[in-house]
């Protein structure tokens, strides 16, 4: 039975095979869209819950209230807390901690030369007691986070070593040798521990006094995990673990601020989704993005099964006589639907075969075009998540027409009553319609934020950033040459003929660390207004080299020795203060006067207000040399560059970055997420198309004869045209008056996450509008016009 029905479902596909090769290529692009989404959505929300426990493990947050409506929400807090709660706390049952800081150099594969690396993290001797990791050579018990030990991943193993089995081995970093002690398997892609080298916490205590401004406990440099007991009460945990810090600040002499200070416990499997943290932060992503992208894969897979269902039953007509006669020799009900559902069955199956063939090439292509990380692997969720694609494909793709074509009464066929509602085609303009709308919803929306990208670039940024990179300065160098030695090189530099100008200071105008106001006087301020502000520390060419503009007031000059005390504010600060040019201000210290105000750029994500900026004038050696190149000389710039780098730092690798390159890692997820909505645009939009020009060809097959008739009687090409694109093109009008509402509303909302956006303007729907008309235009057309070219013998000859 099961053989007859595959062999009939193949014949039959075969024989209508230009239709079966719409409906394969329908849910071929499509399945394969929705099986990508949300096998990258399923990661996203699956982060690190492969560890054991890991529904008890948290992460320490802190919320530093520093104004009346600023706080800082950190996600690190002091080095002791961990240990302090362990012992105090019994709802504890374990804790670990890690810490992130700066490039440190490593010997190459061959020990002949340094490089940069800054895939490393700090960790905890107790580390691997609450977290798991496969050790492929080595174990835990040989890291001591108070030697020389380090642990590498697999590739970093063969990176540096060749081969994974590589404990005993040593590395040099910086100047210490360190030992290999342990190999552990490359991490999971939904982790967010993505670090191939791991360093022990305590070794780093090189001497008594980092030991004590690390252990102190206003300092809050590390990332501490607690472990709960079973059972444990969250919100009593976080207030002990407040307390503990708030008791230990005040034996450091600090204030009580128990108003201000507030700790949070924050699940290890909501870190990658959670909030946004000054200090602390992972690679994140949001749940707003996860939650859009899950529905635009729905979206996509109800589009794949109108489609299917569409052309289905626009040619039901051509399969009334075959499912008559089975009906008529004894075929029941269930027998005829299996009988159609095979059809669908077998065309999705294959469609899955071709996806899975294709799936790891074009997962390789979008990683590269678009920047991804997306892995897919081939275990027990991922075959779950296909068979429930399949199920879901084949359920209303196939059942509706099935259970259609079954309740079909065969003596209604055999006399002739063809137009019944079955030939009716409301239910497929209805059909149409939602296509198109959910086409141009996500049409408008990839408009609206290629725009807003757009706004994004030109207004942040407004200062120079062209043929302009940076040479981060380790601490040792700065700490080891006087700042005299470090002028000197920037002379150099500015003696080559490739280079323009060069400055020193603390940040590029972008990602600029901040502080609060209890470190800044001025006159009038009241002792209790603590607003959060930002401050760079940029030397006397820095305005030049990144073209700042100036509203009021001069630059600091390097002749001038009390620039040291002054200070450059922007317009938001002098706003926000209440100052003006010429006021006292001092800062850590300092008491200068106000010299300048600077226009108002932006120094973080566009989905922050501009907040108050103050600019210092360096008095050392700061942690950046920026360089900008003449035109078309960067190449030039680079390796006159590193050659005088070399000279001064022989031992010490150039470790140098675009500041264009770091302006575009900020807004990295918006622009992702904006590349990755147009290609499913571009999908939904084929998708639609492809059903459109199906039913286009339905219609112009089954109205063959008529077609003859009016060209025989005169009818031109044009008019032929005009009656099969009319009715379809009415159809895609109505969906651009349904989907511009919805797509107003959503990217509203949308544009409501950034405190400066562009304006919804009408002719942004009205351009998709027309682009939709056009494009379905074109689709109905090149069919349409197909059929008009026919020579109308050919149609009427059976007659």
């Given at each position: 039975m099961f053989k007859n029905i595959l062999v009939t479902a193949v014949r039959n596909l075969w024989r209508n095979r230009r239709y079966s090769i719409f409906n394969l290529t329908n849910l071929t692009v499509g399945l394969a869209a929705t099986i990508f989404i949300w096998t990258w959505a399923q990661r996203e929300l699956t982060y690190d819950n492969y560890h054991k426990d890991a529904d008890r493990i948290y992460r320490i947050v802190a919320h530093i209230k520093i104004g009346p409506q600023s706080i800082l929400d950190l996600g690190t807090t002091p080095y002791l807390l961990g240990q302090t709660a362990l012992e105090q706390i019994p709802a504890i049952e374990a804790t670990t901690q890690l810490t992130l800081k700066t490039g440190k150099k490593f010997k190459n594969k061959k020990g002949n030369e340094w490089i940069y690396e800054d895939d490393f993290m700090y960790i905890a001797k107790d580390w691997f007691s609450m977290f798991d990791f496969k050790f492929i050579d080595g174990s835990p018990e040989l890291f001591d986070s108070k030697q020389a030990h380090l642990i590498l991943t697999a590739d970093k193993a063969k990176q540096y070593f060749g081969v994974e089995k590589v404990v005993g081995q040593t590395l040099k970093i910086d100047s210490v040798e360190y030992i290999v002690q342990g190999v552990i398997a490359n991490h999971p892609s939904n982790s967010i521990f993505q670090y191939g080298i791991l360093l022990p916490i305590e070794y780093d205590f090189s001497t008594p006094s980092i030991r004590a401004y690390e252990e102190n406990w206003s300092n809050s440099n590390y990332i501490n995990f607690i472990k709960l007991q079973e059972g444990a009460n969250v919100e009593m945990v976080a207030q002990q673990l407040q307390d503990i810090v708030l008791a230990n600040q005040d034996d450091d002499g600090d204030e009580d601020n128990s108003d201000d200070y507030k700790i949070q416990l924050q699940k290890l499997e909501e870190i990658h989704l959670g909030q946004n943290l000054i200090s602390g932060n992972f690679a994140k992503n949001t749940k707003q993005s996860v939650l859009i992208f899950s529905l635009?894969?729905?979206?996509?897979?109800?589009?794949?099964?109108?489609?299917?269902?569409?052309?289905?039953?626009?040619?039901?007509?051509?399969?009334?006589?075959?499912?008559?006669?089975?009906?008529?020799?004894?075929?029941?009900?269930?027998?005829?639907?299996?009988?159609?559902?095979?059809?669908?069955?077998?065309?999705?199956?294959?469609?899955?075969?071709?996806?899975?063939?294709?799936?790891?090439?074009?997962?390789?292509?979008?990683?590269?075009?678009?920047?991804?990380?997306?892995?897919?692997?081939?275990?027990?969720?991922?075959?779950?998540?296909?068979?429930?694609?399949?199920?879901?494909?084949?359920?209303?793709?196939?059942?509706?027409?099935?259970?259609?074509?079954?309740?079909?009464?065969?003596?209604?066929?055999?006399?002739?009553?063809?137009?019944?509602?079955?030939?009716?085609?409301?239910?497929?303009?209805?059909?149409?319609?939602?296509?198109?709308?959910?086409?141009?919803?996500?049409?408008?929306?990839?408009?609206?934020?290629?725009?807003?990208?757009?706004?994004?670039?030109?207004?942040?940024?407004?200062?120079?950033?062209?043929?302009?990179?940076?040479?981060?300065?380790?601490?040792?160098?700065?700490?080891?040459?006087?700042?005299?030695?470090?002028?000197?090189?920037?002379?150099?530099?500015?003696?080559?003929?490739?280079?323009?100008?060069?400055?020193?200071?603390?940040?590029?105008?972008?990602?600029?660390?901040?502080?609060?106001?209890?470190?800044?006087?001025?006159?009038?301020?009241?002792?209790?207004?603590?607003?959060?502000?930002?401050?760079?520390?940029?030397?006397?060419?820095?305005?030049?080299?990144?073209?700042?503009?100036?509203?009021?007031?001069?630059?600091?000059?390097?002749?001038?020795?009390?620039?040291?005390?002054?200070?450059?504010?922007?317009?938001?600060?002098?706003?926000?203060?209440?100052?003006?040019?010429?006021?006292?201000?001092?800062?850590?210290?300092?008491?200068?006067?106000?010299?300048?105000?600077?226009?108002?750029?932006?120094?973080?994500?566009?989905?922050?207000?501009?907040?108050?900026?103050?600019?210092?004038?360096?008095?050392?050696?700061?942690?950046?040399?920026?360089?900008k190149a003449k035109p078309k000389q960067v190449e030039e710039a680079l390796a006159s560059t590193n050659a005088i780098w070399t000279k001064y730092f022989p031992n010490d690798p150039m470790d140098y970055q675009f500041v264009e390159e770091a302006f575009n890692q900020l807004y990295k997820s918006e622009k992702r997420a904006g590349a990755l909505l147009n290609l499913f645009t571009l999908i939904t939009l084929f998708i639609a198309c492809l059903g459109l020009y199906a039913l286009v060809n339905f219609a112009a097959e089954r109205r063959t004869k008529e077609i003859g008739i009016r060209k025989v009687i005169g009818a031109s090409i044009v008019n032929i045209i005009s009656l099969l694109t009319k009715d379809f093109l009415k159809l895609v009008v109505i969906s651009i008056f349904i989907a511009i509402p919805i797509a107003w509303y959503v990217m509203n909302q949308w544009l409501d996450n950034f405190a400066y956006r562009i304006k919804l303007d009408w002719w942004i729907f009205v351009l998709v509008g027309l682009g939709a008309i056009g494009i379905a235009l074109l689709t109905v057309s090149l069919q349409s016009l197909r059929a008009a070219l026919a020579n109308p013998v050919n149609a009427l000859k059976n007659d």
């Open positions: 635009i894969g729905a979206l996509i897979l109800l589009m794949v099964c109108i489609n299917y269902i569409s052309l289905t039953t626009a040619r039901v007509n051509k399969r009334l006589k075959e499912i008559s006669v089975r009906k008529i020799i004894g075929a029941g009900k269930k027998h005829i639907i299996f009988h159609l559902l095979s059809e669908t069955i077998l065309l999705t199956s294959l469609a899955i075969v071709i996806i899975l063939a294709l799936l790891p090439f074009v997962s390789l292509l979008l990683n590269q075009q678009l920047e991804l990380d997306y892995h897919f692997v081939m275990d027990g969720m991922f075959w779950l998540l296909i068979l429930s694609v399949s199920l879901i494909t084949i359920f209303l793709a196939g059942i509706y027409p099935a259970l259609t074509v079954a309740a079909y009464k065969p003596l209604s066929y055999l006399h002739g009553l063809t137009n019944s509602r079955m030939s009716k085609t409301r239910f497929r303009s209805v059909l149409v319609i939602t296509q198109f709308t959910i086409a141009l919803v996500l049409g408008i929306g990839a408009a609206v934020i290629f725009l807003q990208q757009q706004f994004i670039y030109k207004e942040a940024m407004s200062f120079g950033k062209a043929a302009t990179f940076s040479l981060e300065i380790p601490l040792n160098l700065r700490q080891n040459h006087e700042p005299e030695f470090f002028n000197k090189l920037q002379q150099e530099l500015l003696n080559q003929a490739s280079i323009e100008n060069t400055s020193n200071a603390s940040s590029a105008p972008i990602k600029i660390g901040s502080t609060h106001s209890g470190s800044c006087k001025w006159d009038g301020k009241a002792a209790d207004y603590n607003p959060s502000v930002h401050r760079l520390i940029a030397d006397a060419s820095f305005q030049k080299l990144f073209q700042l503009e100036l509203k009021e007031g001069r630059w600091f000059d390097e002749n001038l020795s009390t620039d040291i005390n002054n200070v450059i504010l922007n317009e938001k600060a002098l706003k926000t203060f209440d100052l003006k040019v010429g006021d006292n201000f001092g800062i850590y210290g300092r008491k200068g006067k106000i010299i300048a105000s600077v226009k108002n750029f932006y120094f973080s994500s566009f989905k922050d207000a501009i907040e108050p900026l103050v600019i210092t004038a360096s008095s050392k050696i700061e942690h950046q040399i920026f360089i």
